[in-house]
């Protein structure tokens, strides 16, 4: 007889963000909304392909001469663009060669290799998350047996940081230990620390001895490529040691390529090739070799002029856009709800907003509207477009404005 070997195991709860698009794809109603999802949409409601990346693809098919594997650590230009897009040109890390980059299967697999380097190498380090942090990153880290905590973030009172506490926090963290930052475009909420307080954050990490793991997932999303940089120039600048985890996908519309990258910075070019070798060690126990297509392509980007300013002007269309909605937004709220303050909608930053509903308003809003958010209240600024943001609006009204909520 066979034996089955997993007749006990368990059905699990569905991902919260997969489970939602599930619920919205199989909803017949012709006003449907999905505000869960974190993916860009144009004015259309369409996922766009850029024209930058239509004009590599071109050139691609061109060079492409065998389907050999890449690399460990993947495309050798890829991964110096990278290096010049987060730390800019004529950085002394990487002119002394104290950064390694590999190249990851997405952010996520570029915060995944982190833990994994992290676990092994420092085994009794926690690491400290903000309160709240992308549903994703407890997962991941305890995933790979790095124990996670949190910091305070976000203060639902002000819809804005709770500054003083998570300075306290981060003074009060056993030194030695991990500390997850976005540097822009906080997910979930889209609350940024601005220029001062990540001066404080860097001095902070330097005298507690932290190792700051920064999450760069919308490098361009805020203000520019450049500004968007500024932390992690600053940690660089005071000579921490620190990793990287950024992501393409967002920035270069290529959701489905999984191109993202993690970089270490080290002390030395010594340490930096040590630490390469064991990236690659834990690269090769778990896929071997990552992805060619998507790589190449934003390689081709990112080293050729003309294609780089082109990349640049769809990205601050984008990011202009996002911005633009948010305005729709807040106005129309604000007009609907006379009285009350939406300015924290413009406040915030990036593909994101915490709007304040609460997981009760929240399920109203699917139950009665079919538009689908996340319990916690966040919602896809991305997703919405001049055909529908009134009834969205309208919708969110209705939902803040029930009694017994």
Request: charged share 20%.
């Given at each position: 007889?066979?034996?089955?070997f997993?007749?006990d195991?368990?059905?699990?709860?569905?991902?919260v963000?997969l489970?939602?698009l599930?619920?919205?794809r199989?909803d017949?109603s012709?006003?449907k909304?999905?505000?869960?999802i974190?993916?860009?949409?144009d004015?259309?409601?369409k996922?766009?392909?850029?024209q930058?990346?239509?004009?590599?693809?071109?050139q691609?098919?061109e060079l492409?001469?065998?389907k050999?594997y890449?690399?460990?650590d993947g495309?050798?230009?890829?991964?110096a663009a990278?290096?010049?897009?987060l730390?800019?040109?004529d950085?002394?890390v990487v002119?002394?060669r104290?950064?390694?980059?590999i190249q990851?299967?997405?952010?996520?697999?570029?915060?995944?290799?982190?833990?994994?380097?992290?676990h092994?190498?420092?085994?009794?380090?926690?690491i400290?998350?903000?309160?709240p942090?992308?549903?994703?990153?407890?997962?991941?880290?305890e995933?790979?047996?790095v124990k996670v905590e949190?910091y305070p973030?976000y203060d639902?009172?002000t819809?804005?940081?709770?500054?003083t506490?998570?300075?306290?926090a981060?003074?009060k963290?056993?030194?030695?230990s991990?500390v997850?930052?976005h540097?822009?475009?906080h997910?979930?909420t889209g609350?940024d620390?601005?220029?001062?307080?990540?001066?404080?954050v860097?001095?902070i990490?330097?005298e507690?001895?932290l190792?700051?793991?920064?999450d760069?997932?919308?490098q361009g999303?805020?203000?520019?490529?450049?500004?968007d940089?500024?932390?992690?120039?600053m940690?660089?600048e005071?000579?921490?040691?620190?990793?990287?985890?950024?992501s393409y996908?967002?920035s270069?519309s290529m959701y489905?390529?999984?191109?993202g990258?993690?970089s270490?910075?080290t002390?030395s070019a010594?340490?930096?090739a040590a630490?390469?070798?064991?990236v690659?060690?834990?690269?090769?126990?778990?896929?071997s070799?990552?992805?060619?297509?998507g790589?190449?392509?934003?390689?081709i980007v990112l080293?050729?002029p003309e294609?780089?300013?082109?990349?640049?002007q769809e990205?601050?269309?984008?990011?202009e856009r996002?911005?633009?909605m948010?305005?729709?937004l807040a106005s129309?709220l604000?007009?609907?709800l006379s009285?009350?303050?939406?300015s924290f909608?413009l406040k915030?930053q990036g593909m994101?907003?915490y709007s304040?509903?609460?997981?009760?308003?929240?399920?109203?809003?699917?139950d009665?509207y079919?538009?689908?958010?996340?319990e916690s209240?966040?919602?896809?600024?991305a997703?919405?477009?001049?055909r529908?943001?009134?009834?969205?609006?309208?919708?969110?009204?209705?939902v803040?404005?029930?009694?017994?909520?």
């Open positions: 007889m066979s034996t089955h997993f007749a195991v368990p059905t699990t709860e569905p991902d963000i489970g939602l599930d619920a919205f199989s017949t012709p006003q909304v999905n505000l869960g974190g993916l860009y949409q004015s259309s409601g996922i766009p392909v850029l930058s990346i239509q004009r590599a693809a071109s691609w098919i492409e001469e065998n050999s890449l690399s460990i495309v050798a230009t890829y991964n990278t290096q010049e897009l730390f800019g040109e950085s002394p002119a002394d104290r950064v390694t980059t990851s299967v997405g952010g996520s697999g570029g915060l995944r290799l982190g833990a994994e380097l992290i092994r190498f420092l085994p009794e380090a926690s400290y998350i903000s309160d942090s992308w549903e994703n990153h407890r997962c991941l880290f995933s790979a047996g949190t973030y639902p009172e819809s804005g940081l709770k500054k506490d998570m300075l306290d981060l003074c963290m056993p030194m030695g991990a997850l930052l540097a822009c475009c997910n979930p609350v620390l601005d220029l001062e307080t990540w001066r404080e860097v001095g990490c330097a507690r001895q190792l700051p793991f920064v760069f997932a919308y999303f805020a203000v520019g490529n450049q500004e940089a500024a932390p992690i120039r940690f660089a005071r000579g921490l040691t620190f990793l990287i985890s950024n996908s967002k270069f489905r390529e999984r191109c990258a993690l270490v910075v002390g010594k340490e930096a630490v390469s070798s064991q690659k060690r834990i690269v090769r126990s778990i896929y070799s990552p992805p060619s297509y790589a190449q392509l934003i390689s080293n050729t294609l780089y300013v082109l990349w640049e990205l601050a269309e984008m990011r996002i911005r633009s948010r305005r729709l129309k604000s007009v609907t009285g009350r303050d939406f909608i915030q994101f907003s304040g509903l609460s997981s009760q308003q929240v399920r109203l809003l699917r009665k079919n538009i689908y958010a996340l209240g966040r919602i896809c600024v997703a919405i477009n001049e529908n943001v009134d009834y969205i609006s309208e919708a969110m009204a209705g803040l404005g029930s009694k017994g909520l």
